[in-house]
Structure formats: structure tokens, C-alpha cells
């Protein structure tokens, strides 16, 4: 074996019992999270963004916003907590 001596026994039924797939299960599972943060992380910008035309007085430079940005940061902290 590539990786040293082994008991025979063990890791028959190593074979027999693990379920690989579980692996690939933990990889899905960190895809998800890393799409609802990629998600969250958007709409903080799009926050941010907003905020700093109301607050600083920026020249909003994009096309209007999907929500007023009293319901984003409500839907933000929905999502969030």
C-alpha cells in the first residue's frame, strides 16, 4: 500500500462501511454557505452604495436600486441572522 502498513481487516471494512460520498456531501455543503456569503456580501454593497448617496450626498451612478434601502437592510438582516 502507497501509504504504509495497514491492518487488512480494518481497512476491509473501512472499505465496506465508508460512504465516500459523504465527502462530496461536505463540499456541497461549503458551496452553499459560500454562495449565501457571496449573496450577502452583494447586498451590502448595494447598501453601502446607497447609504453613501443619502449620507455623503454622492452622485448615485448606477440604475435605480430593486428596493428602497430601508427594505434592503431589512431583508439583509433577515438573511443574515
Known amino acids: 500500500m502507497p501509504d504504509g502498513l495497514v491492518d487488512t481487516a480494518v481497512f476491509e471494512r473501512l472499505r ?3 460512504d465516500t460520498r459523504s465527502i462530496l456531501d461536505a463540499v ?3 458551496d452553499e454557505i459560500r454562495y449565501h456569503i457571496d449573496s450577502v456580501r452583494d447586498e451590502l ?3 453601502h452604495g446607497m447609504a453613501h448617496d443619502l449620507i455623503n450626498g454622492a452622485n448615485f451612478d448606477g440604475s435605480p436600486p430593486e428596493l428602497p434601502i ?3 437592510s431589512e431583508v439583509i438582516s433577515i438573511t443574515i441572522w
Request: charge should be negative; avoid cysteine.
Open 16 to 18: 465496506e462501511e465508508f
Open 28 to 30: 456541497d455543503m461549503i
Open 45 to 47: 454593497l448595494k447598501l
Open 70 to 72: 430601508w427594505e434592503l
